[in-house]
T-cell receptor, first 116, second 116 residues
Framework: AQTVTQSQPEMSVQEAETVTLSCTYD???????LFWYKQPPSRQMILVIR??????QNATENRFSVNFQKAAKSFSLKISDSQLGDTAMYFC?????????????FGGGTRVLVKP | DGGITQSPKYLFRKEGQNVTLSCEQN?????MYWYRQDPGQGLRLIYY???????QKGDIAEGYSVSREKKESFPLTVTSAQKNPTAFYLC???????????????FGDGTRLSIL
């Protein structure tokens, strides 16, 4: 079974600064997908960024970027130029392939507080 | 606009009562999922369905039941056997046709279930 670990329960950052969230996972699969989801106080789950394991290039989405280290099974998220609207819970998630049901396994989450 | 609709937003259950949470999607997605989220924690998979009339247990299926009679609908019943049902429940779906593995799961807005 896959496990996803987010070792930082809570992080705070000043507005316009950069924060990095860590995520490690354990799997014996070679093909899989990784995601970061944001959950603001409204409790909606919003996709932030995704990475295919077969791609070496790190994904980037505007102010959000990842550092994907497949051998180390690490998938960190960097938020640059932090904004007040980035305050939320952030979840790292591992997805198996279609043959295994496209099931998502989530980490426990990191609460990010952006301070003005 | 296409999306996933969960209802009701809030639900209260009496002792010994079964309650059903609704999840409807108009995204023409193939697979659907139910997750449970406890306060301050990540999401855990209850049940999922990849095609109509077929579904599989997730990690915490005990005390829950589902059906998938239509592609658009995946209702979750919380039975009286679930002794600690108070949680936030999220429904998700994904397009799996044509590989689809790198597609993210889309989430509804959730249902908060409480015990009376």
């Amino acid at each position: 079974a896959q496990t996803v670990t987010q070792s930082q329960p809570e992080m705070s950052v000043q507005e316009a600064e950069t924060v990095t969230l860590s995520c490690t996972y354990d799997t014996s699969e070679n093909n899989y997908y990784l995601f970061w989801y944001k959950q603001p106080p409204s409790r909606q789950m919003i996709l932030v960024i995704r990475q295919e394991a077969y791609k070496q290039q790190n994904a980037t989405e505007n102010r959000f970027s990842v550092n994907f280290q497949k051998a180390a099974k690490s998938f960190s998220l960097k938020i640059s130029d932090s904004q007040l609207g980035d305050t939320a819970m952030y979840f790292c998630a591992f997805m198996k392939t279609k043959a295994a049901g496209n099931k998502l396994t989530f980490g426990g989450g990191t609460r990010v507080l952006v301070k003005p | 606009d296409g999306g996933i609709t969960q209802s009701p937003k809030y639900l209260f259950r009496k002792e010994g009562q079964n309650v059903t949470l609704s999840c409807e999607q108009n995204l023409n997605h193939d697979a659907m999922y139910w997750y449970r989220q406890d306060p301050g924690q990540g999401l855990r998979l209850i049940y999922y369905s990849q095609i109509v009339n077929d579904f599989q247990k997730g990690d915490i299926a005990e005390g829950y039941s589902v059906s998938r009679e239509k592609k658009e609908s995946f209702p979750l019943t919380v039975t009286s056997a679930q002794k600690n049902p108070t949680a936030f429940y999220l429904c998700a779906s994904i397009l799996t046709g044509g590989g689809g593995g790198n597609q993210p799961q889309h989430f509804g807005d959730g249902t908060r279930l409480s015990i009376l």
